[in-house]
């Protein structure tokens, strides 16, 4: 009996006693200098594979992590989010040994539901009601065109969606559907995937079309126009643009049941191949970084920065402002890397995003020469296209429900950043 009381103490001391904090990582912090400042083997790192030691190199200074700790105070667990959707885990296995492994982040996403009453004005009535900033800002995006439309005695009712990881808010809210419930009408606005509202389920898109002056068309691009968008079109970074390994968030693997993220576009090349950067901007790093090798990073503008590794020697130095298609670099092997490549990263705000996304023209020279023979056989024009916006109609019949069905004015997710943080929360 005495024996079974104290395994039950045991136990109970060893669920009770971990506490989970979060951290963020330190500026310049190496990889290896964190795991021995805890305590942790650094033959963790012998165990780690190609693509797992460039996922190391992701880590950046001021990334929010979560240390899972024993009532010693001891590191048992460590989470460190590397992409939008993976995050690194170090845990002890049952042999006592740490391991390192890569998983999908444990986001929960919720649907949230609010009815302002407009009783002076929107703005500051949907402030006092709801106390959400971010949601505001949102709501005045979605709502700009509508403005005019809504008075004193309406109601604005609305449905977002919302993403916590580990009862903390990730990211902004989306906006799903707007109802203005007026004494005699009412108006759905329907949101777009910018967040931008419309009085029908439809969006209207701009396409660019070329025509040319001798009077047939030879050149219509399908694609959405970046007339009102201020996305960037980076260059491809060298000549040769045979890519050998695509960008990819981390596929899971069903026979290994291991997920391996390629935070980059690689691109085939012989050593010594001159690398330019993708647009304008300034490097703020060059030198040796675990499993890229040596590296050049490039920040731009609109919170993008662009990444080259493996590369075999520098052109450029840290602090030197660059142009688009100047030469930074040469192409190597340097790294853990099976042969001679050019891996591309692009991200923006800190999050990798794939580069063929963004890359939209040959290096300057070569688009520079393109765009002004298009310009001298053909005029551009401006057409437009009805688009549906995504699930429109599910949202209205959501609204519409929650409208007949809700006691709630608001549901708030006010504790959420009160709550104490929980081991569950992470996987
Ligand atoms: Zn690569």
Redesign the pocket.
């Known amino acids: 009996m005495t024996r079974i009381i104290i395994l039950l103490f045991l136990i109970s001391v060893s669920i009770f006693g971990n506490t989970v904090t979060k951290q963020k990582w330190k500026q310049g912090q190496k990889f290896t200098n964190y795991l021995q400042l805890n305590g942790i083997s650094l033959d963790l790192l012998k165990s780690l594979d190609e693509l797992e030691k ?1 996922v190391v190199g992701e880590i950046q200074g001021g990334q929010v992590f979560y240390e899972i700790k024993d009532d010693n105070g001891k590191i048992i667990k460590v989470y460190i989010p590397i992409s939008s959707t993976l995050q690194i885990k170090i845990a002890k296995n049952q042999a006592n040994e740490f391991k390192f492994s890569i998983i999908p982040i444990n986001f929960k996403e919720d649907i949230y539901f609010g009815n302002v009453a407009v009783k002076n004005n929107i703005w500051s009535d949907i402030k006092s009601q709801t106390h959400n900033s971010n949601l505001i800002q949102k709501l005045q995006k979605a709502l700009k065109s509508f403005t005019s439309k809504i008075s004193k005695g309406d109601n604005v009712a609305f449905l977002y969606s919302q993403k916590s990881l580990a009862g903390l808010l990730s990211g902004s809210p989306q906006i799903l559907i707007i109802k203005i419930i007026k004494p005699d009408k009412e108006i759905f606005i329907y949101i777009d995937e910018d967040g931008n509202g419309h009085n029908e389920p439809f969006e209207s898109v701009s396409y660019v079309v070329y025509e040319p002056i001798i009077g047939k068309t030879i050149k219509k691009e399908n694609q959405k126009s970046n007339i009102n968008k201020s996305k960037l079109s980076f260059a491809y970074p060298m000549r040769s643009t045979m890519i050998t ?1 695509p960008f990819s968030n981390g596929r899971y693997h069903p026979v290994l049941h291991i997920y391996r993220p ?1 935070f ?1 576009t ?1 691109f085939g090349t012989k050593r010594g191949t001159p690398v330019m950067s993708v647009e304008d901007g300034i490097v703020i790093f060059a030198g040796v970084e675990g499993g890229y090798g040596n590296v050049v990073k490039v920040r731009h503008s609109g919170g993008y920065m662009s990444l080259y ?1 493996h590369l075999d020697g520098f052109r450029a130095s840290v602090g030197d402002s660059v142009g688009k298609g100047e030469v930074i670099a040469y192409s190597g092997n340097t790294g853990t890397s099976s042969g001679p490549h050019l ?1 591309l990263g692009i991200y923006l705000n800190n999050t990798p995003i794939d580069p063929m996304s963004v890359i939209g023209e040959e290096t300057s020279s070569v688009g520079s020469i393109l765009n002004s023979v298009v310009d001298a056989v053909s005029t551009k024009t401006y057409e437009t296209k009805k688009i549906p916006i995504a699930n429109a109609l599910k949202h209205r019949e959501m609204i519409n429900y929650r409208l007949s069905t809700s006691v709630k004015t608001y549901d708030w997710i006010d504790d959420a950043s009160k709550r104490k943080l929980s081991e569950d929360d992470f996987e």
Do not use: E, K, R, Y
């Open positions: 460039q390994s390629h980059g690689d590794a891996h």
